[in-house]
């Protein structure tokens, strides 16, 4: 069955830090993958997508994350955190065009907390 | 441009009630639908999504379903509501290969 993990449940750190948010999924075809973020008392909102060519994505607010198909995994990172960044972060996947299986799975979630 | 429209934002309902929250979508056709709850620990929860009119795939078997009597509409019932049913309930959509985009959530309160 198509899953998503995020073995990080929670993850505190200082400003400056550097991230990075592991997400591994379980597919055996070609997949759509995707980081979202809410912010506190805020909506779900994009952070960046992975269809197809260059492994490495960035997104918005300085998050990148890297597509790794022999791991079947999509780790989020940013090289230096904000305290801005305090949020929930969910990576998701989708089957690329594997009609009447176009099943959007995300993973529980991860809560980053950014101390000052 | 596309938006999705999901009605209404809060509810309160008695145990033993109807349920039926609506989702819309405008802009596109053909559209993938989903419903969601959203529950602090864990994530979003997929319920129920569709690939197309009267096409409804479940993934939890619990006390509610879902119905696609339109290309663009996509709704979640429930014949009696459960004090466990109370939750944050998400509707979106997707295209091939587009991002998924959220609906507003209901706030279910079952009393």
């Known amino acids: 069955a198509q899953s998503v993990s995020q073995h990080n449940h929670h993850v505190i750190l200082s400003e400056a830090a550097s991230l990075e948010l592991g997400c591994n999924y379980s597919?055996?075809?070609?997949?759509?993958l995707f980081w979202y973020v809410q912010y506190p008392g805020q909506h779900l909102q994009l952070l960046l997508k992975y269809f197809s060519g260059d492994p490495l994505v960035k997104g918005i607010k300085g998050f990148e994350a890297e597509f790794i198909k022999s791991k079947f995994s999509f780790n989020l990172r940013k090289p230096s955190v904000q305290w801005s960044d305090t949020a929930e972060y969910f990576c998701a996947v989708i089957p690329w065009i594997d009609f009447g299986n176009e099943k959007l799975t995300f993973g529980t979630g991860t809560r980053l907390t950014i101390i000052p | 441009s596309q938006t999705i429209h999901q009605w209404p934002a809060t509810l309160v309902q008695p145990v033993g009630s109807p349920l039926s929250l609506e989702c819309t979508v405008e802009g596109t056709s053909n559209p993938n639908l989903y419903w969601y709850r959203q529950a602090a620990g864990r994530g979003l929860q997929l319920l129920f999504y569709s690939v197309g009119i009267g096409q409804i795939s479940s993934e939890v078997p619990q006390n509610l379903s879902a119905s696609r009597p339109q290309d663009r509409q996509f709704i979640l019932s429930s014949k009696k509501l459960l004090l466990s049913d109370s939750g944050f309930y998400l509707c979106a959509w997707a295209g091939s290969n587009t991002e998924a985009f959220f609906g507003q959530g209901t706030r279910l309160t079952v009393v």
């Open positions: 597919y055996g075809g070609t997949v759509n």
